[in-house]
C-alpha cells in the first residue's frame, strides 16, 4: 500500500522571488488557480510582512483557492505573524509558516542572539502563532548546517509547542542525500512526540542535488515535500515538483509513495508558469523541457519505431506534453529521413533520396537540427528550381515615444532591389510590415520570441519567429546586436520557406489588396 506525500508548492513565494520571476497579483491569481487544478496539498502564497502588495497578493489567493492550504511565510516576531494572520484571513484552510536561522552562521550574522535566546523568541513566535493560527509550520533555516544538538532541541521544543509540520530546510543547498537521511532519522529517534507531527523537505538545487535529497527525505520519513513549477527559487532553484511526481509515480516499485497530483496537467502548469514569467525551461529539463520527448539519434529513432520504451521510461502523454518528437539532424539515418518525408507527403525515388541525404546531411554540418520546413525544402529542391529567396539590403527603424514608428526595408532578390516604407506599431511590426509589401505575401505571426545572447549592454538579440500562411507554420531564427536587424532576418528566413513552398499553399487572398504599389520601388 502506498503512502500519501503532501505536496507544499512554493512557487509563489520561492519561486516568485528568485531574479526574473516576479509576477504581478493576477497573474499569482492565475497560477494559484492551475496549481489547485493540479491538486497541491498546500500553496505558499507569498510572504505578507515583505510589502503591501506581497500582503494582498496573499489575501487574494486565500480568497480564491478553495481546497488546497493556502500558507504564508513568516520570520519570528509579531510584526510578521500579525502581517500573515492578515493576508490569510480570508482562507478556509490557512497556514502559518514560521521560520528561523538555526545555524551558527545564522545566529552569528543574522540575528546576533545565543542559542538560548533564538530558542526563546522561536517559543514566544510559536505559541503567538498558535493563537491566530489553528494550523502551524517551523522551519529551523539552514537546518542541514545546523549544529545536531541544537537542532534536535529546536525541534524537541516546537514539537512540544503542538506545530504540526516541522520542515527540515536545505536553504543553501549543501546536503546529499545520505547525510540528509541521517539527519531526519535522527530526528525521528532523538524527538519525543515526532510521530504525531509530518516532517518536511525543502531542498535548494545549488549542487544539482534537491530531487535526489527530497526522494532520500521522503524514503528517511519526510511526508511533506516543498517544491516548485520547472524548479524554480532562490539561485539555482527548489527541487522541482514535476521531477519529484513523475519519478515517485515511474519508480513506484522503489518509492511506493503516491501525491495527489493530476500527471497530465504537469506539461500545461509548467507553460503557464513560462508564459506569466516570460522565462522558459532549458531545452533538456527532465519531464517539461522541449527535448524532453525528442529523439535525434538514428539508432534511438529506430528502437523507438518499434518500440517506445527501449527509449522512453514514460510517455509524454502521461505528463501531458505534445507526442515524442522525432528530430532529423546528422544522427539520423536515410531510413528516418525517408519515414518523415513521407509522413509530409513526400514520396522519393531511391536516387531522389539519396540526392535529398547528401543535401542533408551537408545542411546538419552546420550544426543544426532540421525542422519540417526544412526537409520540405529539401525534398523540393529536387524539383523545379524555386525561386530565389530574398536577401536583406538596408533596414532603417524608427521608434520611440511617439507613435506610429516607421521602418523602410530594401530586398534584394535574383538580382532586382525593391524597398518599402510602412508604419506600425513599433518598429518590428512596421519592419514586417515593410516585407510583406515587397513580398505581396502577408503572414500571421503566430510566435515571436526575443532574448539576449550573453549579458551587458552590447549582448546580441537572439530572435526566433514562427508565421503561418494557410495551414502551414514556417519558423526562422537569427542573431544581431540590432534587434530589429535580427527581427527582420528571422522574419525574412520563415518567408523564403514560405515562398520556396508556395506551390505546395494556397496563397492568401489579402495578399493582392495589401500589396501597395504606390510605396513599392523598383530600384
Ligand atoms: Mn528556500
Known sequence: MSERIYLFDTTLRDGEQSPGYGMTAEQKLVLARQLEELGVDVIEAGFPAASPEDLSGVRQIACAVKHARVAA???????????????????????????????????????????????????????????????????????????????????????????QVVNIPDTVGYTVPEEYTRRIRLLKERVRGIEGVILSTHCHNDLGLAVANSLAAIQAGARQVECTINGIGERAGNASLEEIVTALRVREDCLPFTTSVRHELLYQTSQLLSALTGVSTQPNKAIVGRNAFAHESGVHQQGLLKDRRTYEIMTPESVGAPPSQLVLGRHSGRRALAARLTELGYTLSAAELNHVYDRFLKACEVGKALDDDDLIALALDNRPPPEPPYAINLVQATAGTVKPATATVQLTRGGETFAACALGDGPVDAAYSAVDTITGYPTQVVEYELRAVGTGRDTEGEVLVRVQIADKTFSGRAVDTDIVAASVKAYLSAVNKALSVRNQIRPPQVAAAKRAPQIIQQL
Not at 103 to 111: A, E, F, I, N
Not at 119 to 143: C, N, T
Request: hydrophobic share 40%; with cysteine; glycine share 8%.
Open 73 to 163: 511565510l513568516a520570520r519570528c516576531n509579531d510584526g510578521d505573524i500579525d502581517a500573515a494572520a492578515r493576508g490569510l484571513e480570508p482562507a478556509e484552510r490557512g497556514r502559518l509558516h514560521l521560520f528561523f536561522g538555526t545555524s551558527q552562521l545564522h545566529l552569528q550574522h543574522k540575528t546576533g542572539l545565543d542559542r538560548d535566546a533564538a530558542l526563546d523568541l522561536i517559543v514566544r513566535s510559536v505559541r503567538r502563532g498558535k493563537r491566530l493560527f489553528s494550523e502551524l509550520e517551523f522551519s529551523p533555516e539552514d537546518a542541514t548546517r545546523t549544529d545536531e544538538d541544537f537542532l534536535i532541541r529546536v525541534v524537541q521544543a516546537v514539537v512540544d509547542e503542538g506545530v
